[in-house]
């Protein structure tokens, strides 16, 4: 098992411009996560699904974040436009979500150190 | 709302010591599990330890075990005979109901050789 894929590793971008953060979770996981990690807040829940569908996006910052889920093995996180304070590593994670009510493992993938100047 | 607090920002210890890492945390909740997690200068997130708030024994895992006081909590990693591929951030982190984990800011530690 590959566990859970991140592309790129790192971006170096403009303020302005739009990036696009990708995501294959590992494969028979129906749950998926977006966090992100900065010095100042630490490591926080962006915006996690459940089979596709979005269930809490309450820690998405604004307007200018987006996420999608198209399918099982691919998610996206978007950030137009980019602003420096956005700079941080953005992990993806999934688990297999099989027991309704308790914890099912979230596998981290290796994030993405996203620089924005 | 959940809190998790980490108020050690760096330890250190000697190679082949022992260190604790302190967490404590908030939850108006019964049914939570608390976990520690590494993550070495590559970045990638590691699950070291898990506690299931429900069991009154305190998990272990070979070197690593944890001090789970509910009434107090408090959660605190106990690293045994420390070895240089320890060092690394150690987050305590929450987790109830929902698939929402909740991370301290974490514990920077160096190993000494």
């Known amino acids: 098992d590959a566990g859970v894929i991140q592309s790129p590793r790192h971006e170096v971008t403009e303020m302005g411009q739009e990036v696009t953060l990708r995501c294959k979770p590992i494969?028979?996981?129906?749950?998926l996560f977006w966090y992100r990690q900065t010095m100042m807040r630490g490591l926080e829940l962006l915006i996690y699904f459940n089979n596709n569908v979005p269930i809490d996006d309450s820690g998405m910052p604004e307007d200018r974040f987006s996420a999608k889920m198209p399918n099982a093995s691919f998610s996206t996180l978007k950030i137009q436009p980019s602003e420096p304070r956005d700079s941080a590593v953005y992990f993806c994670?999934?688990?297999?979500?099989?027991?309704?009510?308790?914890?099912?493992?979230?596998?981290f993938g290796p994030g993405t150190r996203l620089t924005v100047l | 709302a959940q809190t998790v607090t980490q108020s050690q920002p760096e330890m250190s210890v000697q190679e082949a010591e022992t260190v604790t890492l302190s967490c404590t945390y908030d939850?108006?909740?019964?049914?939570?599990?608390l976990f520690w997690y590494k993550q070495p200068p590559s970045r990638q997130m590691i699950l070291v330890i898990r506690?299931?708030?429900?069991?009154?024994q305190n998990a272990t895992e070979n070197r690593f075990s944890v001090n789970f006081q509910k009434a107090a909590k408090s959660f605190s990693l106990k690293i045994s005979d420390s070895q240089l591929g320890d060092a690394a951030m150690y987050f305590c982190?929450?987790?109830?109901?929902?698939?929402?984990?909740?991370f301290g800011q974490g514990t920077r530690l160096t190993i000494n050789p």
């Open positions: 982190a929450l987790i109830q109901g929902a698939q929402k984990l909740v």
């Open positions: 994670a999934s688990s297999p979500s099989k027991r309704r009510g308790l914890y099912n493992e979230q596998f």
């Open positions: 506690q299931e708030a429900y069991k009154q």
């Open positions: 939850t108006s909740e019964s049914d939570y599990y």
């Open positions: 494969s028979g996981h129906n749950s």
